[in-house]
Structures are given as structure tokens and as C-alpha cells.
């Protein structure tokens, strides 16, 4: 991490390491943790997919206690690299592993996971300007502010398990409505829950109750 200035944080009970390269872990999303970790307690056996993972804070606060493995992904070399110091200040290093790359790229065929969780950048080019201080990688979500989120609905829909649950973060609820009106119509939201920092949705496959 040379030239970094780190900075740490407590985040549902971790210290996690973060600096300038990723976007500042942001306390509302602790929740987003909290909810998957209550799933995973009725969710089928099999390892978490994190898209979009950053430090790696929200994936690794859900697995914490609840003894899953965990796969996160960023295309961000930096978040990579805090990410795994992340995992193994949490005592997890054995159980997580970190891939670098797109997120259609680093999931492979065939593999499935009963949660996902994804934390794409979803702010409108248009409004990024009104976040000088994040990097503008981590908060680019394109012109509508759905371009990452797309690609992991793609993800989401090619490799949840049938009864599993994806827990997405969006910027608001009219965001969540209108991503879902561009997916295949193999997702629907449960669920949608609305923090001041934005929203998170709970899918799963429509052909399940
Ligand atoms: C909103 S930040 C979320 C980071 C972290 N989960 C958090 O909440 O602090 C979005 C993350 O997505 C990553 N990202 C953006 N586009 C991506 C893509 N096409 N494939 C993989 N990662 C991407 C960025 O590097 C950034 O770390």
C-alpha cells in the first residue's frame, strides 16, 4: 500500500482497512450485512458471492459468524489487495477468496451460490461531480446509474442457485424498479428496504414462492 494513507473502521464488529484508492466504507450498509447474515441462516450450504466487494466489509461482516465461505470480486487492484488484509484480520483468510477482474469474467460457468450479494456503483455520471472525494470507479453507475448494476443482474441470474437469495444495493426504490424492468424476468424483489444512504433489494427467482 505505498503512498496509501489507511484509515481503519469498525463495521459490524470488524476492523476493516480502507484508504483514498476505495470508496470509504459507508456505516448505513452495515445493514445490508445484518439482512444477508439473517438469510444465511435458512439459506441451502454454499459460499457467499460479493460483487462489486470493495474492502470487502459488507460480505465479510455477513459470513462472520455464520461459518461460509466467501467469494468476492472487484475489478479495482487496490480494493483487491484491502480486501484480502480485510479477510485475514477478520480471521478469515482460509475461507475467503478474493478474484480481481470484470464480474461476468471472474464467476465461472457452472458455479452457483445461495446468497449473492452486490453493491454496484449506481450514481448518474451526470451527479458524480457531487463526490469529489470518491473514487470515481467505486460511484459511476454510467448514465442512468445502472450499467454495473445490469451486470450483476446478469451475474445474479446465471449463477444463483435455485432457492437462493441476492441481496442488491441500489441508490433508491425507483432505482430497484427500474433495473428489474431491464433483467430476464428470472428475478423478482421480495422485498425492498430503503436506509438513507439508499436501498437494498432481496431477490430470488420468480419461479420460487
Ligand atoms: C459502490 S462501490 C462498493 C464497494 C464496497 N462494497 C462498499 O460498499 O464500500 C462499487 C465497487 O464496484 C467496483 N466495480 C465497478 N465496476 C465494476 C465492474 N464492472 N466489475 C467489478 N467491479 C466493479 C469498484 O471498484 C468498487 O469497488
Sequence with gaps: MTGSTTATMDFGGLSITYDERVLRPRPWTVAQSRWAAELLAEL???????????AGQIGLAAVARAGRDLVCVDLNPAAVELARLNAE?????????????????????????????????????SRTGRYPEDPLEAIDGGH???????????????????????????????????????????????????????AVAHLARSDRD
Design 44 to 54: 441451502p450450504d454454499g459460499p457467499v458471492l460479493e460483487l462489486c466487494s470493495g
Design 89 to 125: 484480520a477478520a480471521g478469515l483468510r482460509r475461507r475467503v477468496t478474493v478474484r480481481e477482474g470484470r464480474l461476468a469474467e471472474a464467476v465461472r460457468e457452472g458455479e452457483h451460490f445461495p446468497l449473492v450479494i452486490a453493491d454496484p456503483p449506481w450514481v448518474e455520471t
Design 144 to 198: 442512468d446509474g445502472l450499467t454495473v448494476a445490469c451486470e450483476c443482474l446478469a451475474v445474479i441470474e446465471a449463477h444463483l442457485s435455485d432457492d437462493g437469495a441476492a441481496l442488491l444495493q441500489l441508490g433508491s426504490v425507483d432505482q430497484v424498479a427500474a433495473l428489474m424492468s431491464l433483467g430476464s424476468g428470472s428475478l423478482r424483489a421480495l422485498e425492498v428496504r430503503r436506509y438513507d444512504g439508499g
